[in-house]
């Protein structure tokens, strides 16, 4: 997930850059929900980590 969020990132910055404003707006739509995902991830598997279940991977 980490590395989606960055290739969109990249993307959205390239695209911006040359004047594809189209194409960087939804790179870096899509990079938002990505990075919202994640985040709701890493909260999930730290409420769980310290009421004490095991999470593993």
Known sequence: MLQL?????VVALLAGAMGFTGLAGTAATLAKIVAGIMLIGVVLIL????MG????F
């Open 5 to 9: 969020l960055l290739i969109l990132v």
């Open 53 to 56: 279940l095991a999470v593993l």
């Open 47 to 50: 409420m769980l980590a310290f």
